[in-house]
């Protein structure tokens, strides 16, 4: 048996606003990675939800993980396991991170997609579909009880009159994470 059950139909379909604001993942990923400490305690930028397209699409969606993945998550699981993400830049050698994965369970191949410092842009194709698959879901399910905690928090501080005291700590967005990085350097 399988831990995970990677084939779904009907997957949600992020909006252009949502795709937009991955998309600032994929151009500041290495800001992100680099500052994760700074940001990882905060529940509103950890909980950002990511729309990175992991799937095989053969009518079925056949992911590495359910979109959307939660931000934090996501860069943890590649800082933690570099030996499943991280490549050498094939132009100057320094090690990248990729900022998304694509590929398929059914040859086995995984595509890291990655910015490097140097300018290089582009990925990087290894086997190893399902442990890297594995290694993210363990990753979400690890960070899950923290997310329902906060959902929890958000649900109890927005009922009743005081909601406009108490704003709820829902998600951010990348955008967000950006600016808040770029006033707190
Ligand atoms: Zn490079």
Redesign the pocket.
């Known amino acids: 048996m399988k831990k995970y059950d990677f084939l779904r139909k009907g997957a949600p379909r992020p909006s252009a606003g949502q795709l937009s604001d991955t998309k600032l993942f994929y151009r500041n990923c290495g800001l992100i990675y680099a500052r994760f400490d700074d940001w990882k305690d905060i529940d509103r930028f950890y909980f950002i939800p990511l729309w990175l397209e992991m799937y095989y699409s053969c009518g079925w969606a056949m992911e590495m993980a359910p979109d959307p993945v939660w931000l934090g998550s996501f860069v943890r699981c590649s800082l933690e396991h570099p030996e499943l993400f991280r490549y050498a ?6 090690p ?1 991170l990729p900022f998304r994965y694509t590929g398929s369970p059914l040859s086995g191949h995984v595509i890291l997609e990655g910015n ?5 842009r582009g990925f990087e194709s290894v086997s190893g579909w399902a442990v890297r698959a594995t290694a993210l879901r363990d990753r979400l399910a690890a960070d899950s009880p923290r997310q329902a905690a906060v959902c929890e928090r958000t649900a109890a501080t927005s009922a009743g009159p005081a909601a406009d005291r108490h704003r709820p700590a829902t998600a951010s967005t990348v955008r967000e994470l950006l600016a808040w990085l770029g006033a707190n350097r």
Not at 89 to 94: D, K, L
Not at 116 to 120: L, N, P, Q, S, T
Request: with cysteine.
């Open positions: 830049c094939p132009g100057c050698g320094r990248v490097c410092a140097c300018g290089w």
